[in-house]
């Protein structure tokens, strides 16, 4: 895979956003990477639209031509991709594909959830769909409750602490803090994340995303049109993409999540790269045991040392494998469908420079890593600057 | 026990305090929750089987921030239990003190049971053997 370029990549703000729809976030978006990066519109050839469940939150189906129509890309090809918390990366997938494939040379990849303008308990109902309501969640399991049956296998396993996983909630919102787009731009000390308000224990309220409203969007292009965009592309050298069971009690190791495993070797094997080549990871870190987790299933560390990394500092914006540099879901935000195509933003500014205060010192290779519902689904993606 | 298992037959059994697995016809691999191919040998050729009721905390955790229909239920325990036959179900966790969860082992044995919830609804349990 050699002809994948992002050239252009953008997010709106995360948090509660009042007075506007979901279209007007999607547009908002899409304008800051089309027009305002200077990519005409009528350049767009085909989108791919991450969205998790409109349905339930704003009572809205059939969105993409809707989102497309309202941002000024009527009558192109126009699909939604729903993969729960993974549907902004496997739009983005779809997208590589159809430019890989030669059907396109320059496409849109953009995800879109309004989350805040129905009460909590309904956007609760909403996700928990992305489980498994026959034989988990109709017993009372909780999204929450899927990561601290993990984090509680983890903590018995490798002994993994409850302040290990603060830790992670305090570099998020220290990285955030830096971050205009970020929903919480706040410091937080050790002793705040340690509160004991338990969601599912041992998870508390700093273990979890919170709900957000937000958009984000790339342009990727053929290797041919990359260079009348930009003069720095980011190139996508590896992807992958895998499934597991939906129900925890279906897996066999509850440490780890076999589809970021897999989606890992698939990605790091199509680049022909190693853990060791990336300079750093954005990771879906839903709840901060996930993102522990993650950072032994991406390779970065052995299994059951991810949270020494965190402890020794390894994974801080600083550290010499930087995760979250920007603030990950935690601190950020997490409006569903968006997610993953904000993770590519995030590495976009990474690899050419352009993250401000949040910049890493090592900026040529990264991987981001998405995934869904219970971890269901994972896809992974390695990029690298295309001036290398 | 002739007939072939079907997912709404499965949780009415459990309504009723009475589980059954699924067994593998051609390797005999007890599933469950309902899989509609083996995950030993790939046949979707099952039959129903009973279960020993017998089975081993695998991991759990404590639900505090519930939904609506769990609400008035909360906190209560939802656990991870391997059963006796090998296969590993969700199931909520009866005989603790949901405020106490570090007193909870993981890997001690269990046995079988139900909780009637408030909501009407009759959930796969267990508790301390």
């Known amino acids: 895979m050699n002809n994948t370029n992002i050239v252009s990549a953008a997010q709106t703000k995360f948090g509660a956003l009042t007075g506007v729809t979901l279209r007007e976030i999607f547009s908002e978006a899409v304008d800051k990477a089309t027009i305002h990066a200077g990519i005409p519109k009528k350049d767009i050839q085909a989108a791919f639209i991450g969205s998790f469940i409109p349905e339930m939150l704003v009572h809205q189906g059939h969105t993409a031509p809707l989102l497309l129509d309202f941002a000024g890309l009527k009558g192109i090809p126009a699909t939604r991709h729903e993969d729960a918390c993974a549907s902004g990366a496997t739009a983005l997938r779809a997208a590589i594909m159809a430019i890989e494939s030669g059907l396109y040379d320059t496409v849109l990849v953009a995800g879109v959830e309004k989350m805040t303008s129905v009460s909590t308990s309904k956007v609760t109902e909403a ?83 919170p709900i957000s409203d937000g958009a984000a969007a790339l342009v990727l292009t053929s290797n041919e049109k990359a260079k009348k965009y930009t003069d720095l592309p980011v190139k996508i050298t590896g992807t992958g993409q895998a499934s597991a069971s939906m129900n925890l009690c279906d897996r066999s190791d509850l440490t780890s999540f076999s589809a970021s495993v897999d989606a890992s070797r698939q990605a790091y094997k199509m680049a022909g790269l190693k853990p060791k080549d990336m300079d750093f990871a954005v990771v879906h870190d839903c709840f901060t045991i996930a993102e522990i987790i993650a950072s032994e299933d991406i390779g970065f560390f052995k299994p059951g040392e991810g949270a020494k990394a965190v402890r020794d500092g390894i994974t801080a914006l600083d550290g010499d494998k930087p995760i979250n540099p920007m603030g990950g879901l935690k601190a950020v935000g997490h409006p569903v469908g968006a997610t993953g195509v904000k993770q590519a933003v995030v590495i976009y500014r990474e690899l050419i420079g352009d993250a401000g205060p949040n910049q890493v010192a090592n900026h040529d290779t990264a991987l981001m890593h998405n995934f869904g519902g219970t971890g269901a689904t994972c896809v992974v993606n390695i990029m690298r600057r295309a001036d290398l | 026990m002739s007939e072939k298992p079907t997912i709404e037959a499965y949780l009415k059994n459990i309504e009723e305090g009475h589980f059954k697995a699924y067994k593998c016809v051609d390797c005999g691999m007890i599933i469950a929750p309902p899989s509609g191919s083996c995950y030993g040998c790939g046949s979707s050729n099952m039959k129903w089987a009973e279960v020993s009721g017998k089975g081993k905390l695998v991991s759990f955790t404590v639900i505090h921030v519930a939904p609506d229909q769990f609400a008035e239920e909360a906190p209560y325990y939802v656990a991870i239990v391997e059963l006796a036959e090998g296969t590993r179900v969700s199931a909520r966790l009866l005989g603790f003190d949901p405020l106490k969860p570090e007193q909870v082992r993981l890997g001690i044995n269990l046995k079988l049971d139900y909780e009637k919830g408030k909501s009407g609804a009759t959930y796969l349990a267990f508790k301390p053997a």
């Open chain 1, 127 to 209: 996700l928990a769909a992305a489980a498994d309501d026959q034989f988990e969640s109709s017993i009372g399991l909780t999204f929450p409750g899927v990561f601290a049956i993990a984090a509680v296998a983890h903590m018995q396993k490798y002994g993994t602490t409850e302040e290990d996983m603060a830790l992670v909630a305090v570099k998020a919102h220290k990285n955030a803090a830096t971050n205009p787009l970020a929903q919480f731009q706040k410091e937080i000390t050790l002793e705040k994340a340690m509160t004991p308000r338990y969601v599912a224990w041992p998870l508390k309220l700093f273990d979890c995303s």
